[in-house]
């Protein structure tokens, strides 16, 4: 995690290129909300095929990355590649399986943070206030609708006029903000990470939806 945030700045920087990697979403933060993405993002970064390192030819074994990770290593990505190894040599972690750990653990936190920056430049403001109410207590569906969605819908229905309850609440399902069971809605564990990013983020509460 220090290593993380002591090149923050140089990650931070890479945002917008990893918007358009191939993980089967664009995003466009000044178009209308999308529909709910087709895969989770778990399917998203998993449709990265990586070989079977015993399988793979003994130039690969050798230390060649698949093409398909060799076109993502453009310059500015191996700047902060080679600091981060450095800086992962300078806090002793040389062995093989301790590195592979702390790159891994790396790459799921710059993902998660990629998939929360992607979601806060969809998400409307109705549907923050929604999972920050969730954060207290869970909701009965038809609550939910009367005291968010019906209301928004109200105050913008050039929005809403195509855009159903179940969109509504699927756009934050299939982010894993939230979950229903029995008609009751409940904010997830993602949904509260989320939460917390936000705040550290330091990001304002939005202005529409």
């Known amino acids: 995690m220090s290593v993380l945030y002591f090149y923050r700045e140089d990650i931070r920087k890479l945002i917008p290129r990893v918007r358009e ?14 529909p709910p993405p087709s895969g989770s993002p778990i399917e998203q970064i998993e449709s990265i095929a990586v070989p079977n390192v015993r399988a793979a030819p003994e130039s690969q074994r050798a230390g060649q990355l698949p093409e398909n990770f060799e076109r993502l290593r453009t310059p500015d990505v ?18 093989l399986p301790s590195r592979v750990r702390a790159l891994s653990t790396l790459a799921a936190i710059l993902f998660r943070d990629w998939n929360f920056e992607r979601i806060d430049g969809s998400i409307w403001r109705s549907q923050l206030q929604l ?5 207290t ?34 756009f934050l399902s299939s982010n894993s903000l939230l979950a229903e069971n029995a008609g009751v809605i409940s904010i997830t564990q993602m949904g509260r990470d989320y939460l917390v990013w936000r705040v550290r983020q330091r990001k304002v509460m939005k202005a529409l939806g």
């Open 21 to 34: 990697l191939p993980f089967g979403t664009k995003i466009d933060p000044q178009a209308q909300q999308p």
């Open 78 to 95: 191996l700047l902060v590649e080679q600091a981060i190894l450095q800086s992962l040599d300078q806090s002793s972690v040389i062995e």
């Open 131 to 135: 999972i920050e109410a969730l954060n």
């Open 137 to 170: 207590v869970p909701m009965p569906k038809d609550a939910v609708k009367s005291s968010y969605y019906d209301k928004a819908a109200a105050a913008f229905p050039g929005w809403f006029s195509s855009y159903s309850f179940d969109g509504y609440l699927g």
